[in-house]
T-cell receptor, first 114, second 118 residues
Framework: AQSVTQLGSHVSVSEGALVLLRCNYS??????LFWYVQYPNQGLQLLLK??????LVKGINGFEAEFKKSETSFHLTKPSAHMSDAAEYFC????????????FGAGTRLAVHP | GAVVSQHPSWVICKSGTSVKIECRSL??????MFWYRQFPKQSLMLMAT?????????EQGVEKDKFLINHASLTLSTLTVTSAHPEDSSFYIC??????????????FGSGTRLTVV
């Protein structure tokens, strides 16, 4: 079975500051991990995914995440926040091999202030 | 990239009526479609998994007779909320699973449907 824990339901940063959104996973098999962003009343957009290749994954809009097996973590970072980054972010896990359902974390709302 | 078209984007219906939500995969075949429900300021909760040509698999606690899922083709899956009640009001999102010839796979989400039952 898989599960995801996102630490911090709300994160607030200043424009230009580092963004760090935390995600820890639990999985009985090698996991595939994803980060999605959701804007109000919209679907989910994939930021990046880890599928057992490089442990440092670069995504869109300057985001990246590092898979750390020893820490069972997959934290999302961005060096410099933009106002447009304000949204809801979800970490998700599926069992490796695909064809499996995505299990989502509770989400983290990112606020960016001037 | 892969696109999933979800319609309607919002719908208001009277209590007791049924509402159908469609998700179409454009330019790719979705062997599996996942249906999620999202309450305000909450995460996505998986309702069911549907595979083309077979019965959907529902998550525990989801009423299969209330949330009818049909996946008649590789490009179309529908969710029908039957005899809707105000507590069914929510944001429903579909997600299509696809895999290319290089075994790269992904989940493409629809834009969601805001259902309000009055």
């Amino acid at each position: 079975a898989q599960s995801v824990t996102q630490l911090g339901s709300h994160v607030s940063v200043s424009e230009g500051a580092l963004v760090l959104l935390r995600c820890n996973y639990s999985s009985s098999v090698p996991p595939y991990l994803f980060w999605y962003v959701q804007y109000p009343n919209q679907g989910l957009q994939l930021l990046l995914k880890y599928t057992s290749a490089a442990t440092l994954v670069k995504g869109i809009n300057g985001f990246e995440a590092e898979f750390k097996k020893s820490e069972t973590s997959f934290h999302l970072t961005k060096p410099s926040a933009h106002m447009s980054d304000a949204a809801e972010y979800f970490c998700a896990v599926s069992a490796s091999g695909g064809y499996n359902k995505l299990i989502f974390g509770a989400g983290t709302r990112l606020a960016v202030h001037p | 990239g892969a696109v999933v078209s979800q319609h309607p984007s919002w719908v208001i219906c009277k209590s007791g009526t049924s509402v159908k939500i469609e998700c179409r995969s454009l330019d790719f075949q979705a062997t599996t479609m996942f249906w999620y429900r999202q309450f305000p300021k909450q995460s996505l909760m998986l309702m069911a998994t549907s595979n083309e040509g077979s019965k959907a698999t529902y998550e525990q606690g989801v009423e299969k007779d209330k949330f009818l899922i049909n996946h008649a083709s590789l490009t179309l899956s529908t969710l029908t909320v039957t005899s809707a009640h105000p507590e069914d009001s929510s944001f429903y999102i579909c997600s299509a699973y696809s895999r290319d010839g290089n075994f790269n796979y992904g989940y493409t989400f629809g834009s969601g449907t805001r259902l309000t039952v009055v």
